[in-house]
Every structure is written in C-alpha cells, then in structure tokens.
C-alpha cells in the first residue's frame, strides 16, 4: 500500500478531525483572500480620491477675512496662467481652472459696470448655483475670454442698434462686438479679462476683484502649496504684522485630507491584520493538529514497530495535513473568490499565504511523532 493510500485511509477513519482541520484550513485561506480584496477596495478607493477630488483654492486678503474686491494686480493673475515664466514663476505646473474678475465703472452706457471675466464661471452670479446663465452665439466659446478680444456679453434685456456697443469709463472708449447675452446682474456688461489692456499687453487700468483656482493634482499638493506660498502669504486672521505678503491663499483641502487619513489607516489596519491572521492560522493549525495526533501516538508507534523509519512516519503525517490543506485551501479559495466577487493574482497570493501559515503549524505539530518513544508508549495501559 502507498503512502498516499495510507493517508487517505487514515483521513477516512478520522472523517471528524479531517472535516475540522479542513474547515480551519478553509477559514484561514478565505478570510486571506478577503482580507487582500478589502485592501484593494481600500487602496483603489486612495487612489480614486486623488483623482477625483478637487482642492479649490481662494486668493484672500493677508487675513483670510476677504476674497472679494481685493484690488489685485492683475500680474498676479497672469502668473498663475503661467504668463510669467520669464520672471521664473511657474505656479501653473501645479494649478488649473484659474477664474478672476476684475470690475470698471461705466459712464457709457450709464450706470453700467464692465466685468472682465477670465473664464464664464468666474463671476459667481452666472452659474447654476448663482442662479444666472450665458448663452454665447454661434462660432464662439468660453476660450475667447482667456484672451484679449474687444467683445462683450449683454444683458438679455439690453435693446441695442447694431452688432456693437460704445462703451467709455471717462478714461478711455471703445466699441466691443456683442457675441451673447447672459441672465446674471443687470446692468452688467462682461468682457474677456485682457481686453481693457491697452499698455504692452498688461492691465493698468483695472484690477482683479477675486480669484480662484484649483490644483491639478491632489498627489502633489504640498508641492503645489509650497509654490504658492512663494506668491501669496498663509490666510492668518490672527497675524496683523506689517511684513505679509499683500495677498494669501486659501487651500481648502480639510476634506481631502481627513478622507486620505480614514482611508490610510483602514490600509493600515489590513495589512497590519494580515500577518495576524496568518499566525493565528498557524497557531490554530498547530494545536488542531496536536490533537489530532496526540490520540494516534500508538498508531505510529505500531508503524515504527513495523519496520517504519521515523522519517517515513513523519512523512505519513505530514501528507496527511498536507492533503487536508490542499482540499480546504481550495475551497477557502472559491468561498473567498465568491465572497469578493471578483479575483486577482493578489488575491490568490494571500491564500496561499494562509495555506501555508496553517501547514506551517501542523507541521511543526507533526513533527512531534518523530520523537515518539515506542517501548514507553507501548507498556502503557489502554
């Protein structure tokens, strides 16, 4: 008879112990598996809060206390575009979706006010929220207020002569074609950010009321808020010293970062659960198989008198647990597989760590019968 006859023959007879350590083999192998999805879920879910998140950042006084007629510079704006590379600012490697207004005061059309935006939404009245819209015509886009064209956005209201309106603030005029109508303020007019620059290219007559913007990337967001604060001060409302930058930022990833901290410590605690689980596999599988060997020490006795040698005994033992790890690792496997709905290398990779662990313990266990002392145990009573 093989030995692999024997091992079966002697799982048979103890059906009770092999279908326990089989369900010990099973939980330590399943529980592995979804132990490795729950890491995962937790790791993509890292990985999608980063994508997904977006950091709003607001252009404030030096106290935090204002982010509204701020009489800025519109160099200031410029440099966050990336518009001041030559003077080394490159602030715009790590932010997107600049918005800025700056507002004039008109005399043409009387009592009108000329707000030049940088993109549509930088005006909060014209946005869902806000309660206002834009409807631009045919053949142009929110891209035309990025640059500097003599265009201009009417009220709906607004009755005109002709595809243009004069418009004058008592220093300058000029006739801006009308491409749209909004439903925002009234008596409000809105042009591109840049087209009241008459000096080079740069803004002397106006200055940014707002801005905001966002970071590009939540995975380099210190990096980002270092570059920043090169540019604009940190909102302090406690802080009246006189040596502040004339602007702060405020960086609103409070919420970002209490989800990356819950998230990282759920990771944390998985993989710190893991090599737990494993020694408690492997504990469990050493005493499960004590006792099941404890009650079997004549029946390798009586091997060892039948001309065994104790390796071979040995051997019979351990493909026993082997055999039992193999049937209830496979099955832990499909019950954990089912339980994650889905399956991985990774997944397969913890399994087998718990199969291991646990054929660890049983055969530290196992080994014991290699010490078997068979004329001792031989004159003891039943």
Same mark, same amino acid.
């Given at each position: 008879?093989?030995?692999w ?5 002697a ?5 009770r112990?092999t ?9 330590v192998?399943g529980?592995a598996?979804?132990?490795c ?8 879910a890292?990985?999608k809060?980063?994508?997904?998140t ?5 252009v404030?006084d030096?106290?935090?206390?204002g982010?509204d007629?701020?009489h ?5 704006v ?9 003077k080394?600012?490159?602030?715009d490697?790590?932010?997107k979706?600049?918005?800025s207004k700056a507002?004039?005061k ?5 009592e009108?006010?000329?707000?030049c935006l940088?993109?549509?939404?930088s005006?909060?009245?014209l ?5 206002g819209s834009?409807?631009?015509f ?5 891209s ?5 064209r ?5 009220? %709906?209201?607004? =009755?005109v ?7 004058d603030?008592g220093? *300058?005029? !000029? &006739? #801006?074609?009308?491409?749209?109508t909004h439903?925002g303020p009234?008596?409000?007019l809105y ?5 009241m620059?008459?000096h080079d290219?740069q803004?002397?007559?106006?200055t ?7 970071i590009k990337d939540a ?5 980002a ?7 604009f001060g940190?909102?302090?409302a ?10 702060a930022?405020r ?7 209490s989800t990356l901290?819950?998230i990282r410590?759920n ?6 659960l893991?090599?737990?689980?494993l020694?408690?596999?492997a ?8 006792l099941?060997t404890?009650?079997r020490? %004549?029946?390798? =006795?009586?091997?060892?008198?039948l001309?065994m040698?104790r390796?071979?005994? *040995?051997r !019979? &033992? #351990?493909?026993?647990?082997l ?7 496979v099955?832990?496997a ?13 997944m397969?990779?913890?399994?087998a760590?718990?199969?291991?662990a646990?054929?660890i313990?049983?055969?530290?266990s196992?080994s014991r019968?290699?010490r078997i002392?068979v004329?001792?145990l031989?004159?003891?009573e039943?």
């Amino acid at each position: 008879m093989s030995m692999w006859q024997v091992t079966i023959c002697a799982m048979a007879r103890r059906r009770r112990w092999t279908i326990l350590l089989i369900l010990i083999a099973l939980l330590v192998t399943g529980t592995a598996m979804v132990l490795c999805m729950l890491t995962v879920r937790q790791e993509a879910a890292l990985e999608k809060t980063m994508d997904n998140t977006v950091i709003s950042c607001v252009v404030t006084d030096p106290w935090g206390t204002g982010q509204d007629n701020l009489h800025m510079a519109t160099g200031f704006v410029d440099l966050l575009c990336g518009l001041r590379h030559e003077k080394g600012y490159y602030q715009d490697e790590y932010i997107k979706n600049v918005r800025s207004k700056a507002s004039i005061k008109l005399i043409k059309p009387q009592e009108y006010t000329m707000v030049c935006l940088l993109t549509s939404d930088s005006d909060y009245s014209l946005t869902d929220a806000g309660g206002g819209s834009m409807t631009l015509f045919d053949g142009w886009d929110d891209s035309v207020f990025a640059g500097d064209r003599e265009v201009c956005v009417i009220p %709906r209201g607004l =009755a005109v002569d002709g595809e243009y309106i004069e418009i004058d603030n008592g220093s *300058f005029s !000029v &006739a #801006l074609r009308i491409i749209g109508t909004h439903t925002g303020p009234e008596k409000t007019l809105y042009c591109p950010f840049h087209a009241m620059d008459f000096h080079d290219g740069q803004s002397y007559m106006v200055t940014a009321d707002s801005c905001s913007f966002d970071i590009k990337d939540a995975r380099r967001l210190d990096e980002a808020k270092a570059s920043l604060y090169e540019v604009f001060g940190e909102p302090n409302a406690d802080d009246h010293a006189g040596s502040r930058p004339a602007f702060a930022v405020r960086i609103n990833d409070d919420i970002l970062r209490s989800t990356l901290k819950e998230i990282r410590g759920n990771i944390r605690t998985l993989h710190l659960l893991t090599p737990i689980l494993l020694l408690i596999g492997a504990a469990v599988g050493f005493f499960a198989a004590y006792l099941s060997t404890q009650s079997r020490l %004549r029946e390798y =006795a009586v091997m060892r008198c039948l001309g065994m040698k104790r390796g071979e005994v *040995f051997r !019979v &033992a #351990l493909s026993e647990h082997l055999l039992i790890a193999l049937v209830g690792g496979v099955v832990g496997a499909a019950v954990g597989i089912a339980l994650s709905g889905t399956f991985t290398l990774r997944m397969l990779l913890y399994g087998a760590g718990g199969v291991f662990a646990f054929l660890i313990g049983t055969a530290s266990s196992v080994s014991r019968v290699t010490r078997i002392n068979v004329m001792k145990l031989m004159k003891t009573e039943e």
